[in-house]
């Protein structure tokens, strides 16, 4: 297993992927305000803030190779998510309520971007 200089990070990726790539649990923690496990309150403002605030990974997820990411294709994993994001973004703002959304038509790129950048990060 190649090992990062981040591993925290890294984890704490993995558990966003794994929340955007669940509509359910988006319903339940977002919306619903359901808290699961050790997590007391979630929100997709939390992810989006990790990848484009606290790390490099919205602007240039290729940078984070070695630091959080182990190679180019989950770098890739990570830039598709992130172009998803952009695409609801660009067409409704950055404004939304979770529930908002959740429920458009684009939000399903987003899901299945984030499964495949989840999928891609635990297979190693």
């Known amino acids: 297993m190649i090992q990062v200089k981040y591993p925290e990070m890294r984890k704490e990726l993995e558990e966003h992927l794994q929340a955007l790539a669940d509509p359910a649990y988006q319903r339940?923690?977002?919306v619903d305000g359901q808290?699961?496990?050790a997590v007391q309150h979630d929100k997709f403002d939390y992810a989006v803030?990790?990848?484009y605030d606290d790390t490099q990974l919205a602007s240039d997820a290729?940078?984070?190779v070695g630091?959080?990411?182990n190679d180019a294709a989950e770098a890739d994993c990570v830039t598709a998510l992130v172009s998803s994001i952009e695409v609801?973004?660009?067409r409704y703002g950055t404004k939304l309520s979770d529930a908002e959304y959740i429920d458009l038509p684009e939000w399903h790129s987003v899901v299945l971007?984030?499964?495949t950048a989840a999928a891609s990060l635990m297979r190693r």
Do not use: C, D, M, N
């Open 28 to 30: 339940r923690a977002w």
């Open 35 to 37: 808290a699961e496990g």
């Open 49 to 51: 803030h990790f990848l």
């Open 62 to 64: 290729h940078s984070t």
């Open 67 to 69: 630091w959080i990411l």
């Open 88 to 90: 609801v973004f660009e």
């Open 113 to 115: 971007a984030a499964k």
